[in-house]
């Protein structure tokens, strides 16, 4: 369940083999942080056109890294059972190459992850390297002209030098096809060791060994050039930066197989997805779109399809992917349709089974993918006046979701959701409010919010020197704030009209009358001396 850099090569052919046979995949992330308070005019908008909300995130996106990634991976094992597999990658920016790495933390994302239980030893020291192909490629030039180094920190330079003086204290009295074991070398440290090693000393050989070991010899030079063009040479320049990518190989394969990719609330992941192991994100909204969908055909967004079930069956206001979770697992939405898959947790991953492990990314993803499929079921049973098959195949449940695929969640914002197949269509939102301000100098935004706050979250926004444009998501409350404020005496509250509030529309009309009026002068002036 829990993969970090030492066990990762390993698994790598196993996790393979399961993507290739797996009917979708799940995914979940946790980050060192979300939105960056430290960047001006960053916070999510009901204002934010999508291109405006991904200009906000992106900056975000580059600033924060991934901490942890969470894979459920669903597999239909015989007729009307899945099986899953669900892992947690920890994940740490790969330090072989030219540059360092910087990123942000936030100590509200830090102090909730310590919440649940995030194990920050195992991201800081086990963490699966990763680069995405601008950063590869960089490193490839590197190794080819030498020119490599290792950005180390102070544990790992203890390692190095640790090694380096057990070799050169060594050798002075070694002869040629003499051994030893350097031992407790872990993750990085095997290749780190041994490129610092055969660079520093053109009279020894490396091999690693089991058990976290590295054989050093005594050879002679002409020796070493043999052992340096074997094929068999586990620090061969595209073996190095195959250890380099680290979980990018992963990432590699389920960009290759193309099976449908489910999260939920996803935006953020996917940003994170093209930004860490693909490329630097874009600057253009609809590239990033493009490319999304070049390497993803299929994605579902749960927190789409939930709303759709929400609105068609008797289904609680629930916000939460567990509480969403939990109302499926318990709710006999569909007392006359055929029962739901069975979803059943592989015997490694059953500690899921017996305990909720939210927040932690493998959890967080098999969720995901267990509400897809039931939601998947009760739409399927929905759609149908004839009786739904007893087994309903995947394939029967993407054709239901068909509406869904590829729209992923939009959170307050000026569309409903973002459509990487297609247009984005613009959500149907409660009507703005315009606040004229009478006899209360100097106003800002933030005072206007905190005005307002009791009644409703408001998104405000400066129209003109004495007027403001709120948005609210709900209808209810600017109903309660259009009454509540009828008769304020300094804050008159109504609904916006563009033709009659916007300064631009008023600028032109004032321009149209100065015109008509100078048109006028001229017509009534001609005509005078006319006469």
């Known amino acids: 369940m829990d993969v970090g850099a030492e066990g990762f090569a390993q698994r790598l052919p196993r996790l393979r083999r399961r993507i290739k046979r797996a009917a979708f995949v799940a995914l979940d992330m946790e980050f060192t942080g979300l939105h960056s308070t430290s960047l001006q005019n960053n916070e999510p908008s009901l204002f934010d056109s999508p291109a405006e909300r991904y200009m906000k995130a992106r900056q975000s996106v580059q600033r924060f890294s991934l901490v942890q990634l969470g894979l459920a991976i669903f597999s239909k094992e015989n007729s009307n059972k899945y099986v899953v597999h669900s892992y947690n990658f920890f994940l740490f920016p790969s330090t072989l190459g030219i540059r360092d790495v910087e990123f942000t933390v936030s100590a509200s994302s830090i102090q909730f992850l310590s919440h649940y239980g995030f194990d920050y030893n195992k991201f800081l020291k086990d963490g699966i390297p990763y680069m995405n192909e601008v950063q590869e490629e960089s490193l490839r030039q590197h190794l080819l002209a030498d020119t490599w180094k290792v950005c180390s920190t102070n ?27 350097l031992q407790d070398l872990n993750g990085y440290h095997m290749i780190e060791v041994q490129l610092v090693l055969r660079q520093a000393l053109e009279n020894v050989w490396t091999e690693p060994l089991e058990d976290n070991k590295v054989m050093v010899k005594k050879v002679s030079p002409e020796h070493r050039q043999l052992l340096e063009n074997s094929s068999d040479d586990h620090c061969q320049k595209k073996l190095i930066l195959l250890s380099a990518r680290g979980f990018t190989n992963l990432f590699q394969i389920l960009v290759k197989v193309k099976k449908p990719l489910v999260g939920h609330n996803m935006l953020m992941d996917l940003m994170h997805l093209h930004d860490k192991f693909y490329r630097p994100l874009p600057e253009s909204y609809e590239e990033f779109k493009r490319n999304i969908h070049n390497l993803f055909p299929v994605i579902i967004d749960t927190k789409t399809v939930t709303k759709s079930v929400q609105k068609k069956f008797l289904f609680p206001r629930v916000s939460s992917l567990m509480e969403v979770y939990a109302v499926l697992c318990s709710s006999n939405l569909n007392p006359k349709g055929p029962p739901c898959p069975v979803i059943a947790l592989a015997s490694g991953c059953s500690r899921y089974a017996e305990k909720k492990s939210p927040h932690e990314a493998g959890y967080d993803a098999f969720l995901c993918g267990s509400v897809l499929l039931m939601s998947a079921h009760l739409l399927l049973c929905r759609s149908t006046d004839d009786a739904v098959e007893a087994e309903p195949s ?36 409660p009507p703005a409010l315009v606040v004229h301000v009478r006899g209360w100098p100097g106003l800002t935004e933030r005072q206007i919010y905190e005005e307002f706050k009791a009644h409703c979250r408001f998104d405000v926004r400066r129209l003109s020197k004495n007027q403001f444009i709120l948005l609210s998501n709900k209808y209810k409350q600017v109903r309660l704030v259009l009454r509540d404020y009828r008769r304020h005496p300094h804050l008159q509250v109504s609904v916006y009209r563009h033709w009659r509030h916007s300064p631009s529309v008023n600028c032109l009309l004032q321009i149209s009358g100065i015109v008509a009026l100078w048109s006028l002068l001229a017509f009534v002036l001609g005509g005078t001396r006319s006469c």
Not at 413 to 426: K, L, Q
């Open 155 to 181: 544990v790992d330079r203890d390692v190095l030098k640790k090694a380096i003086d057990e070799v050169t204290s060594w050798i002075v009295a070694a002869k040629e096809e003499d051994t030893m074991i």
């Open 394 to 429: 995947f394939s029967q449940y993407l054709t239901v979701l068909a509406e869904h695929v590829n729209k992923v969640n939009f959170i307050r914002g000026g569309v409903s959701s973002i459509n990487f197949s297609g247009e984005d269509c613009p959500c149907r939102h």
